[in-house]
């Protein structure tokens, strides 16, 4: 059974830090990618980041480019999100997912059939 976990929310003032840990099973790290997802209040779901399972290429969406990174440890099965700079805007409830690798297009959701529960982060002004 495929199984993801987001965990590491909290609640953190603006220019502050968080990592998020997204620890996974059920599945193969060969092939595809582990994305992180977050759903603003009242907003629709967006791409944050992405890693490749099989070379660990990372991808970011230019709202969190330069202060996110991405990175995982496969021993652990677990990835990570940690980002800087924290701004109100990145108030979001935090998913992980794992799906295909479409670079063209890495974070689009669709592409992700299996999501974890997420985890909030509220970012005080």
């Known amino acids: 059974e495929v199984q993801l976990q987001a965990s590491g929310g909290g609640l953190v003032e603006t220019g502050g830090s968080l990592r998020l840990s997204c620890a996974n099973s059920?599945?193969?790290?060969?092939?595809?990618?582990i994305g992180w997802f977050r759903q603003p209040p009242g907003e629709v779901r967006e791409g944050v980041a992405c890693?490749?399972?099989?070379?660990?290429?990372?991808y970011y969406a230019d709202s969190v480019k330069g202060r996110a990174t991405v990175s995982r440890d496969n021993a652990k099965r677990t990835v990570y999100l940690q980002i800087d700079s924290l701004k109100p805007e990145d108030t979001a409830i935090y998913y992980c997912a794992r799906g295909e690798l479409v670079p063209a297009s890495p974070l689009q959701p669709l592409w992700y059939n299996d999501w974890g529960r997420g985890t909030l982060v509220t970012v005080s002004s």
């Open positions: 890693i490749s399972s099989r070379d660990g290429t990372t």
């Open positions: 059920g599945f193969t790290l060969d092939d595809g990618a």
